[in-house]
């Protein structure tokens, strides 16, 4: 079974606190990457952004977070660069796990676990008693 994930929706930024550099820029993906897939874009990513001037503020030590990509310290002269490499890195980290072995049996059904989630879910929203 393969794994692969593909830039996903709205592209967010937000500011970094007082006497940081750049802006967190928060990319979604179509899912929740697995380790080897999240370190996979991170070595793709880091070498194709190797040499581009800007990067250097830029944290990408824990890029992969949940369902989304998190780049800290993107300065404004590296946001047009990073796009394609971006890109880039997904499609190879798409590859490097296209012929992955079968994963390990699950606990349980993804609506098992679905359940589970939507139970915390609601508890959350409703106000403690």
Same mark, same amino acid.
């Given at each position: 079974?393969?794994?692969?994930?593909?830039?996903?929706?709205?592209?967010?930024?937000?500011?970094?606190?007082?006497?940081?550099?750049?802006?967190?820029?928060?990319?979604?993906?179509?899912?929740?990457?697995?380790?080897?897939?999240?370190?996979?874009?991170?070595?793709?990513?880091?070498?194709?952004?190797?040499?581009?001037?800007?990067?250097?503020?830029?944290?990408?030590?824990?890029?992969?977070?949940?369902?989304?990509?998190?780049? +800290?310290?993107?300065?404004?002269? +590296?946001?047009?660069?990073?796009?394609?490499?971006?890109?880039?890195?997904?499609?190879?980290?798409?590859?490097?796990?296209?012929?992955?072995?079968?994963?390990?049996?699950?606990?349980?059904?993804?609506?098992?676990?679905?359940?589970?989630?939507?139970?915390?879910?609601?508890?959350?929203?409703?106000?403690?008693?």
């Amino acid at each position: 079974m393969s794994e692969s994930h593909q830039l996903n929706g709205e592209v967010h930024g937000e500011p970094l606190p007082s006497g940081r550099v750049g802006a967190r820029v928060i990319v979604p993906l179509t899912g929740t990457p697995g380790p080897k897939w999240s370190r996979a874009l991170t070595a793709h990513l880091v070498q194709d952004l190797t040499g581009h001037r800007a990067v250097g503020h830029l944290h990408v030590r824990d890029v992969v977070q949940g369902r989304t990509l998190v780049l +800290e310290g993107v300065e404004a002269q +590296e946001a047009t660069a990073l796009a394609p490499c971006l890109r880039r890195a997904v499609e190879l980290a798409n590859r490097a796990c296209e012929h992955d072995p079968a994963p390990c049996e699950a606990n349980m059904s993804c609506d098992e676990a679905e359940a589970i989630a939507q139970d915390v879910a609601n508890e959350l929203v409703t106000p403690a008693r």
